[in-house]
């Protein structure tokens, strides 16, 4: 599988929209992304998935460009509780899952 | 839906005992994952269940690691004689289906080995 490089960390205020950049230059083709938080003391927590092109529910969008050599998390509007480890996974569209979750994006977010 | 339950939420043992982790994932969910995350490490895959079946257990780091999940419901980890580098956090998470990627993942178990 993909092995994934994202910011170590990233600061941010309230209000303001956070953009998390993951690249991921040996995606297959069947491969899929996947976004999960992770707040202290609990299991990760799924946020979204995409294949191609863009994708958005209610807490993010996903941006994957032509190539899907990388993917971008865009969170709007975050808040305080939005500070937590933010961690990019690329799974096999065979079924294979990710074996390792890196080292994630440690995002802070000041009021 | 109730989401992925695991126990004991803490757990402290001495070196060479046995220790026992229960998950109990989402009903209906078949599939049923373990990861792993060791001090200081990154969190990492240990197998993966369908139903009853090991799909995937190429994670798992040695012998003294052995994963049930009878009935195809909920699941165990039992770690025997435990060491001192199996301390970490134990996670658990569930899928309805192989090609569904979005997994819910319970709280862990925090184990410690004294």
């Known amino acids: 599988l993909a092995k994934t490089t994202q910011p170590i960390s990233m600061d941010s205020y309230e209000g303001q929209e956070v953009n998390i950049t993951c690249s991921h230059n040996n995606i297959a083709t069947n491969d899929y992304i996947t976004w999960y938080q992770q707040f202290p003391s609990q299991g990760p927590r799924f946020i979204i998935q995409g294949y191609k092109t863009k994708v958005t529910n209610e807490v993010a969008s996903l941006f994957i460009p032509a190539d899907r050599k990388s993917s971008t998390l865009s969170l709007p509007r975050v808040s305080l509780s939005d500070t937590a480890v933010y961690y990019c996974?690329?799974?096999?569209?065979?079924?294979?899952?990710?074996?390792?979750f890196g080292s994630g994006t440690r995002l802070q977010v000041q009021p | 839906e109730a989401g992925v339950t695991q126990f004991p939420s803490h757990s402290v043992i001495e070196k060479g005992q046995t220790v026992t982790l229960r998950c109990d994932p989402i009903s209906g969910h078949d599939n049923l994952y373990w990861y792993r995350r060791v001090m200081g490490k990154e969190i990492k895959f240990l197998l993966h269940f369908v139903k009853e079946s090991k799909q995937d257990e190429s994670g798992m780091p040695n012998n003294r690691f052995l994963a049930e999940r009878t009935g195809g419901t909920y699941s165990t980890l039992k770690v025997q004689p435990a060491e001192l580098e199996d301390s970490g956090v134990y996670f658990c998470?569930?899928?309805?289906?192989?090609?569904?990627?979005?997994?819910?993942f319970g709280s862990g178990t925090r184990l410690t080995v004294v």
């Open positions: 996974l690329v799974v096999g569209g065979t079924g294979r899952r990710a074996l390792t």
């Open positions: 998470a569930s899928s309805r289906t192989q090609s569904d990627y979005g997994y819910t």
